[in-house]
């Protein structure tokens, strides 16, 4: 059955492990642990044809598995695979891709599936994985509890009075939600890709960045090098953002990085998972919505990192 979902239990709950008396704990099948990397990404454990376990990024920028050059080989012969181009923050790439793969991840699986080489990952994951391949569900996030909920439908349970509701754009199965900076005492809307691959808060794209100056109108306070996917290295600056809203939350001295100089190949602006794992989130991505709800992490400070 080509990327379609099958349900490897059929029974609505399964034993996910043993309460301190000894009692069976029961969780709804649907139930998926994760753990949040030291750099801010969402890890899972998965099994690739049915014998190899990863801890593979859900990363909401993509739309296909990846592994790692390095977890590839480990499970492929070296000679495996075709090429294409692909494009990354750093210019075009020719990436590896391995036809006819099966992954498992907690109660689901998935066969017939292409999985893409790159070089990197998140740190402590040896791939990634979209959200697309739940595209008939729909994805709750719990950072407070760090567990994926996949729901057969929207919940209904206080949604609307306890969660922020964003249509969502979508160009090629990625999300893209707005949000308000800012600037110089002036708000200044800007488009942001859904990007939980990124660890950082938010990375302007360099045509933002040159309209509103944003070099000199905001406080440089750091520089760093960021490397993409393909390993192209790529010199960052971050600045202090006075001011940021996502519908009427708001966040204050938040850093926000910007490329070094113009690309000319990324327009795109991005929300990473520094920002977003303040949030527990809904993502319905039959009706393009996005529901957030300010959980546990909204009173940590900033990290120093991307």
């Known amino acids: 059955m080509t990327k379609r979902l099958k349900q490897l239990v059929l029974t609505s709950f399964f034993i996910a492990g043993i309460l301190s008396d000894q009692s069976n704990l029961l969780v709804a099948q649907d139930t998926i642990p994760f753990q949040l990397t030291s750099q801010g990404n969402i890890s899972v454990q998965t099994i690739i044809n049915n014998k190899d376990t990863c801890s593979l990024m859900l990363h909401t920028a993509v739309t296909e598995a990846s592994l790692t050059e390095e977890a590839a080989l480990q499970i492929f012969d070296s000679q495996s695979g075709q090429y294409a181009t692909s494009q990354s923050w ?36 040896q791939g990634k994985f979209g959200p697309n391949l739940f595209e008939d569900q729909v994805i709750e996030i719990n950072y407070d509890e760090s567990i994926l909920i996949i729901h057969s439908s929207m919940p209904q349970d206080n949604v609307t009075s306890s969660y922020s509701k964003l249509t969502y754009e979508s160009d090629r199965g990625i999300m893209y939600i707005k949000g308000n900076l800012n600037i110089g005492g002036v708000y200044i809307s800007n488009q942001f890709m859904v990007h939980t691959g990124y660890g950082g808060t938010i990375l302007l794209d360099d045509n933002f960045v040159s309209k509103n100056a944003i070099s000199t109108q905001l406080k440089v306070i750091s ?66 919505t996005i529901y957030l709800k300010p959980n546990n992490n909204m009173t940590l400070p900033f990290a120093s990192g991307k």
């Open 90 to 125: 750093g210019g075009q790439n020719q990436i590896k891709y391995i036809l006819n793969n099966s992954l498992s991840i907690g109660p689901f699986s998935w066969d017939s599936l292409t999985i893409w080489v790159s070089k990197l990952s998140g740190p402590e994951t």
């Open 223 to 288: 520089e760093s090098q960021l490397k993409d996917a393909a390993g192209n290295i790529i010199k960052t600056k971050k600045a202090l953002l006075s001011e940021f809203d996502i519908q009427g939350i708001k966040f204050f001295n938040i850093p926000v990085s910007f490329f070094e100089g113009r690309l000319g190949n990324e327009s795109t602006s991005v929300i990473g998972n520094e920002l977003l794992k303040r949030f527990n989130i809904i993502l319905d991505q039959k009706n393009a």
